[in-house]
């Protein structure tokens, strides 16, 4: 074996499972976050120009996994903190878990009485550290390792799912789907990807019938828009078996993800009937149970399992009503979240946090805390948070959450 055979492997050993990026944000922000009404309609820029782009005549293997990037970003264990930055400019990312998007949603009119929200993202370059807009994509799930970056164009349900390179920009394979696709979520291990299908796009808003005509209230319409889901694997050709999983009366965006050992997916999202316990699914679309270790998580907690598989991160489900954040909050500003037993549910520790994001290891996590008592306008960060201590380490600004169209920045976290 030469030294670049070495090289390679010892960087694939390096590589463990990827933290979920958390779907289903229209839920939670309308569901979890009180179904904010939006008061004020400003004009929203046309779409970009559409891309044009040629398939690679070699499919992309483990998601860039066998790439070699700088240390800081993707090799690296360490923290890299910018507490004086909301949205970041620069890497936020603390162990396995780095930010490695972000993205804004705003209302975008149709017409008079109907809108959708639409998402601009901002790209993290794995060569930089930085973070770049790009307006070209609507929906955007990043792999671990952080190279590859499945994309899906402006236009929802799109045609066609992109495969693109993260430090480069460019769209090296592009995959022609026979559905409409709206959501994306690799796999654990990068190698596959799950693409849930729509008949319309799945973030549609209506007028209120007694709202002004320049300052009317909007709100989610909750349509049954889901038809199911594609599953790709990334080493082949083609464009996957689709299985029909239409939403369930609830509807809105319901987006399927990977359990912890991929042979199960779930839905994230579909309204509050399954706000505290998400539908399961088997690989063929059949419901099933849930994988013992999951049976007890919600899918509007985005860190799930701890990465040994011993610890759940939940909200304390049992003591705050549905439609809330799961952290349970107090009045000094401090905001708690319960860290519980994957395969009883039984409590073992609180961890400060008001909503759990990603574990950086199977003692810490990355977490929004609130920053505001409670009866000031809500602000919050991003913070490094142990298991069995109260301290909190900054890693972004102050997030501001204003009442206008535009939604304030939402983390994607993926394993680098």
């Known amino acids: 074996m030469n030294v670049e055979e070495l090289v390679r492997d010892a960087l694939r050993e390096l590589a463990v499972e990827e933290a979920a990026a958390g779907p289903g944000f229209t839920d939670r922000v309308l569901a979890v976050r009180r179904r904010r009404r939006i008061h004020r309609l400003v004009s929203v820029a046309a779409a970009t120009a559409a891309v044009v782009a040629v398939s690679v005549a070699v499919p992309m293997l483990n998601a860039g996994r066998d790439d070699v990037r700088p240390a800081s970003v993707t090799q690296g264990d360490g923290i890299s903190a910018h507490s004086d930055q909301s949205p970041p400019s620069g890497l936020i990312a603390a162990g396995r878990s780095a930010l490695a998007a972000y993205y804004t949603t705003a ?104 709202a002004e005509e320049d300052e009317g209230e909007w709100t989610s319409t909750h349509r049954v828009s889901r038809t199911g889901f594609l599953l790709l694997d990334l080493a082949e050709r083609g464009g996957g078996i689709w299985h029909r999983v239409p939403s369930s009366p609830a509807g809105g965006r319901a987006d399927f993800a990977f359990t912890r050992d991929g042979k199960h997916l779930f839905a994230a999202g579909g309204g509050l009937s399954t706000l ?34 011993k610890l759940a991160a939940l909200g304390p489900a049992e003591e705050v009503e549905p439609a809330v954040a799961p952290g349970h909050r107090t009045m000094a500003g401090k905001s708690y979240s319960f860290v519980k037993d994957p395969l009883t549910g039984k409590e073992i520790t609180k961890v400060r946090g008001d909503e759990l994001l990603a574990w950086v290891d199977d003692q810490r996590l990355i977490a929004w805390e609130r920053t505001t008592v409670e009866d000031e306008t809500y602000k919050d960060r991003l913070v490094l948070v142990t298991i069995g201590s109260d301290k909190v380490v900054p890693l972004s600004g102050v997030r501001e959450h204003p009442e206008t169209d535009q939604a304030p920045w939402e983390p994607v976290f993926a394993e680098r």
């Open 107 to 210: 209302l975008v009119a149709k017409n008079e009485k109907e809108a959708t929200f639409e998402r601009t993202y901002w790209l993290l370059d794995p060569d930089t550290g930085k973070y770049k807009k790009d307006t070209r994509w609507s929906f955007v799930a990043v792999a671990p390792g952080l190279k590859t970056a499945a994309v899906l164009e402006r236009t929802l349900p799109a045609a066609r799912i992109g495969l693109l390179d993260l430090a480069t920009g460019e769209v090296e394979r592009w995959i022609p789907v026979g559905k409409g696709v709206a959501g994306l979520a690799f796999s654990n291990d990068g190698t596959e990807l799950v693409a849930t299908t729509y008949s319309e796009h799945p973030d549609p808003l209506e007028k209120l019938d007694d």
């Open 276 to 309: 505290i316990r998400p539908e399961f699914y088997d690989l063929s679309g059949k419901e099933t149970a849930a994988p013992a270790n999951e049976k007890h998580l919600r899918w509007d907690v985005p860190a799930r399992l701890s990465p040994n598989g």
